[in-house]
């Protein structure tokens, strides 16, 4: 055997599992309608917020928006910001009459082992617990995230009629500049293989996942797991967080909605290349030999494909097959954010911008200007 008739046997043999046994993670996971509670819980939404003040008027509005029956408040976070992001806040709430629903909280400067947003959040769970209120449930939300007037509802009566701990959506990302029809249904394909929405949902299953634009949380598992300070220093807190309530013995789900978008633009390659370098080494524990194993990984699973279709004989069959199978494993998500099926073919050319930014991760981490967000640097290489 050849070593590209190896390789491309190779790929061939990942992309027959990836379709049939990982979950059929490549399915887009939206979840079974739910009958509604016969009592609605109270939910207090804790919004962290730094300089977002582009993005977080239309977020509060949609917030005050929801029909919901049962107590709802919303808590804004304002970390730091500059831009006059607690006064377009409040703008916002003032237009809606929802001032009486909407409380800013400031954060404190932030203590050595958070994170910047699991220290928001956590500030603004803990100015709620200050004035004893027991609310049922936190709404952990982005200031980036347009809600539709029946999500809140949606989420709260799923986790009430399956006796979900957690409920998270993976909302609907920002897809119209060449850019993000390029790398955004690329990126949420590669999370759901990482972690099959199926997997997570399953009690019986060690795969915990969440998506942290949008999440649900019981108080009682919050206060269960220790609140925020048992994940303080995950970067990854989404998963860090769906991880942690699910081994203290509580449900999670997590699914793709259309009824949550993001509003945060991302014109340019260059802006999802830093999106993906933010976390992408944090995501392999920091560890150089996961990172070259991953960059082989990646490279014999999406790009050989491409490589060996010319390669005559036996391997360019089999490496056509590989990239077909690729390209029907992704044409669901294509379609799922409304592209014409030409963008599946294209997994390939997404992947290596991944590859890339996943190495460039490894190398801000080791310059120690590892997870930057925002002028914020939040991890760094030890010395």
Known sequence: ?????????????????????????????????????????????????????????EAVASLLAQRYDGDFRIVLVDDHSTDGTAETARAAAAGRGGEGRLALEPAPPLPTGWTGKL???????????????????YLFTDADIVHSPANLAGLVARAEAERRDLVSEMVLLRCRSPAERFLIPAFVFFFAMLYPF?????????????????????????RRIGGLAAIRGALIDDCALAKAVKSSGGATWLGLTREARSVRPYPAIADVWRMVARTAYAQLGYSPLLLAGTVLGLAVTYLAPVALVFAGGAAAWLATAAWAAMTLAYLPMVRFYGLPPLYAPLLPAAASVYLAATVDSARRYWRGAGGEWKGRVEWRRPS
Request: with cysteine.
């Open 119 to 137: 220290w928001a959040l956590n500030t603004g769970a803990e100015a709620v617990e200050r004035c004893g209120d027991s609310p049922d449930f």
């Open 198 to 222: 199926g997997w997570s949902n399953d009690p019986r299953r060690g795969t915990a996942a969440a998506a942290g634009g949008c999440v649900l949380l019981r108080r009682s598992a919050y």
């Open 1 to 57: 055997m050849t070593p590209a008739l190896g390789v491309a046997a190779l790929s061939f043999a990942v992309w027959l599992y990836l379709l049939l046994g990982r979950g059929f993670f490549w399915r887009p996971y939206e979840g079974v309608a739910v009958p509604l509670p016969e009592r609605w819980p109270s939910v207090v939404a804790i919004v962290p917020a730094r300089n977002e003040a582009v993005v977080v008027g």
